[in-house]
């Protein structure tokens, strides 16, 4: 549970990041992609824990509130989804087809 928890801030906070203020940034990239402790935080920011903590689960909040208004998570997983499902139908139905085998490349790397 942790691990899904941690993948969907992180995906959250790539979409929403521009959203957030200075210091959320920094505590939720601190905290889920580099993997520090709340206390970590809280002695290289001369904060307390309590703050720290505090501080993340209110922007989890702001994180998954933006989602449910403006669903851009969702969609994105819903299209690479569909895209992967369209590339092996076109792999197994037209595996000669050398320019449409070329277009759903193009369009696979369209996800990076």
Known sequence: MAIE??????????????????????????????????????ENYHV?????????????????TYETKLQLLRRFQLQNSKIDELIGYVQDKYPSDKALLNLMKQLEDLEE
Not at 8 to 24: C, M, S, V
Not at 57 to 63: A, G, Q, S, V, Y
């Open 48 to 64: 307390s824990r309590q703050a720290v903590y505090d501080n993340i689960k209110r922007t989890e909040k702001i994180l998954e």
């Open 5 to 42: 928890k941690t993948n969907r801030i992180n995906a959250l906070f790539e979409f929403y990041e521009p959203l957030l203020t200075k210091k959320q940034v920094l505590y939720i990239a601190l905290y889920y992609r580099d993997d520090y402790s709340l206390g970590e935080i809280a």
